[in-house]
């Protein structure tokens, strides 16, 4: 196994684990549902899963969250540039979506670029491609480690105003917020 792929795994064990590990949980106010390892029943629905979520093996949770939010959005692309920005958009793409996730680290760099001089724009699409990566690569050699504490500062900002928004609008969120800030939104 490659460094990058244990590095993966370390980041999927995490995210596992905060999202509650092998406890089934099926809270009503949860717009996921029932939820096991991190994956809704839609989602292991989806994924060719028939039986109990109770049941849902491990194995297959770790595929469909490696498919679903690390290969598919290329997470484990930023990943191999820089464990913790990987972890950070990993986490945030399974709990909020990859698309948002993605969209946090474009709207990011797109801020730091200082008028531009550094790295090309890049198109706010939620899609991690090659221009993105180049993007966070200049980024990266440019502002080094201080760069990186900026860019994970900022995700957690705009995490929490997310789930600021969120318990806002639905007050069946409420509920929730304690622990996204707590869980999710790291200090």
């Avoid at 029943?41 to 049941?55: C, D, L």
Wanted: aromatic share 6%.
């Amino acid at each position: 196994m490659s460094a990058v792929d244990q590095r993966i795994e370390r980041i999927l064990d995490a995210v596992m684990a905060t999202e509650g590990g092998a406890r089934t949980t099926n809270d009503p106010a949860d717009a996921g549902g029932e939820t096991r390892f991190g994956i809704t029943e839609a989602m292991a629905r989806a994924n060719g899963y028939t039986g109990a979520m109770r049941n849902l093996p491990e194995s297959l949770a770790r595929a469909i969250l490696r498919k679903q939010y690390i290969d598919a959005p290329r997470f484990g692309d930023v990943a191999a540039i820089n464990a913790a920005l990987g972890a950070e958009l990993i986490d945030t793409g399974v709990n909020m979506g990859p698309v948002v996730a993605a969209t946090f680290l474009q709207r990011l760099l797109n801020a730091f670029n200082d008028g531009g001089g550094h790295y090309a724009a890049l198109r706010i699409d939620g899609c991690i491609g090659g221009v993105t990566l180049d993007a966070l690569r200049a980024f990266i050699r440019w502002r080094g480690p201080q760069g990186i504490i900026a860019l994970l500062r900022g995700f957690n900002g705009l995490q929490a105003t997310r789930y600021l928004a969120i318990a806002e609008m639905n007050p069946s969120q409420r509920r929730f917020l304690l622990g996204w800030l707590l869980n999710r939104v790291a200090m």
